[in-house]
């Protein structure tokens, strides 16, 4: 007879968190293809090469401010200059500014060839065609070019996410087209006899499967493409047909549930056939069991069934895989932060526990409060939480007024 460890024994045979993020990185073989794409499509998605600046931004030396461009030397013994033009953005006057004399200028158009200076205008009084500067004190206000980015230069480096700001510094460039990473196609499924989809009615001891709602919710956060596999009943041979068509179809196939020693798990039967599996006992609570292995060329997580294990080994183990094998090389995993715990917190030593929480933001000091419902099934906690508190292997109880790290959700896609 073969002999099946519970979940709940065996504390010693545990992967660590941090063992089971690295096994899985070390599974990555090899790169995704790359496409060009316009920038507003690679959006989300992540550079296959190092962005060389084209150009200098700004590509002219220019004016911050709305004002009068001026030579300092002439503001020594002098307040009094005539204005001998007016400049616009996008124009240039190549007019010389001789002794004593300024150019009206608006902020972005190009500096008169020996004006070193702009005084913006809040400083200055018209009288007649001059203007007279009053006690003017700080700075040039002068944009020089390639002072933003410099011509030449490495500006986005090979392996980042692209947001934003970084869509608008491409823009910047005049770069219309990048390469990226093709985007990743991951599938999933729930198992369980027990499930029941949304629009049926539920008959005694059936639960509608929220699993495959929160999982479309974290992998669209992703930008990967979603295939939704459905439910499928805890049998071998459904099981079977499922994984290896999805395993064809997608990058990454992520089942839930099924993964204990429960009579009716045959996830782990299907895969010792099917594929090269490992089943972990991870030392972290919610999320004990997990299973991570290939199907073919697909990689598999079996994650969990209850609804909050799903989730955290989702954002602990699964979207640091997604990241890496998207071709990301920052922000891997969630980010931490320290706050003060509002609550004593009773834990036992050598696995790391993840706590639903709430947190707030006092004028930049974090305090932090766990709810009070912990269990992995309640998936209210997760939704009414802001973020995770989480407590190392080595903690054993924490008390109110002490320092706990949290992952606020924000932060966590
Ligand atoms: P399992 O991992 O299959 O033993 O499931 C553990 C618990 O999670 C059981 O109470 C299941 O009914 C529940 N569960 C499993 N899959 C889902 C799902 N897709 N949606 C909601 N609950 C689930
Ligand atoms: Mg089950």
Redesign the pocket.
């Known amino acids: 007879m073969r002999k099946i460890n519970s979940c709940l024994s065996d504390q010693d045979a545990s992967l660590t968190l941090n063992q089971a993020q690295e096994k899985c990185f070390s599974a990555i073989k090899k790169n995704l293809s790359a496409e060009k794409v316009a920038i507003r499509s690679a959006f989300n998605r992540v550079i296959m090469q190092d962005i060389i600046a084209p150009i200098n931004v700004p590509a002219h030396i220019n004016s911050a401010m709305d004002g009068y461009a001026l030579r300092k030397e002439d503001m020594l013994n002098n307040a009094s200059f005539a204005v001998i033009a007016t400049v616009y953005a996008g124009q240039y006057n190549d007019e010389k500014i001789k002794k004593n004399t300024c150019i009206r200028i608006m902020t972005g158009a190009v500096i008169p060839q020996n004006a070193d200076i702009v005084i913006p205008q809040e400083f200055t009084t018209k009288a007649g065609e001059k203007i007279i500067i009053d006690n003017y004190i700080g700075g040039d206000n002068i944009r020089f070019a390639g002072e933003d980015l410099a011509k030449g230069s490495v500006v986005l480096k090979k392996g980042r996410l692209l947001n934003a700001a970084d869509l608008g510094l491409l823009a910047s460039l005049g770069i219309a087209e990048v390469s990226v990473w093709r985007k990743l196609r991951v599938a999933f499924l729930?198992?369980?006899d027990?499930?029941r989809g949304l629009t049926e009615s539920l008959k005694k001891g059936e639960?509608y499967?929220?699993?495959?709602y929160s999982l479309f919710g974290m992998l669209h956060n992703l930008n990967v493409e979603i295939l939704d596999m459905g439910v499928v009943k805890d049998d071998y041979a459904s099981l079977n047909s499922t994984f290896m068509q999805a395993a064809q179809c997608v990058d990454i196939v992520i089942s839930?549930?099924?993964?204990?020693v429960?009579q009716a798990?045959f996830v782990k039967q299907v895969l010792d056939n099917i594929g090269t599996v490992d089943f972990w006992k991870l030392a972290i609570k919610p999320g004990r069991p997990l299973t991570f292995g290939k199907i073919n060329e697909a990689y598999f997580f079996g994650l969990?069934?209850?609804?909050v294990a799903t989730m955290i080994t989702f954002y602990q183990i699964v979207q640091p895989f997604i990241k890496k094998l998207m071709g990301q090389t920052q922000n891997i995993k969630p980010l931490l932060v320290n706050a003060t715990s509002e609550t004593d917190i009773f834990k036992s030593k050598g696995r790391v526990e993840f706590l639903r929480a709430r947190f707030s933001d006092n004028d930049g000091e974090l305090t932090v409060q766990k709810l009070s419902k912990q269990g992995s099934?309640v998936l209210s906690s997760m939704s009414y939480a802001n973020c995770l508190i989480v407590l190392s292997e080595n903690t054993e109880s924490v008390k109110a007024g002490e320092r706990v790290k949290i992952q606020p959700f924000y932060a966590l896609i």
Do not use: C, K, M
């Not at 499967?209 to 495959?212: A, G, L």
């Open positions: 729930s198992t369980g027990e499930l639960i499967d929220s699993n495959r839930t549930g099924g993964v204990s429960g798990d969990p069934g209850n609804p099934g």
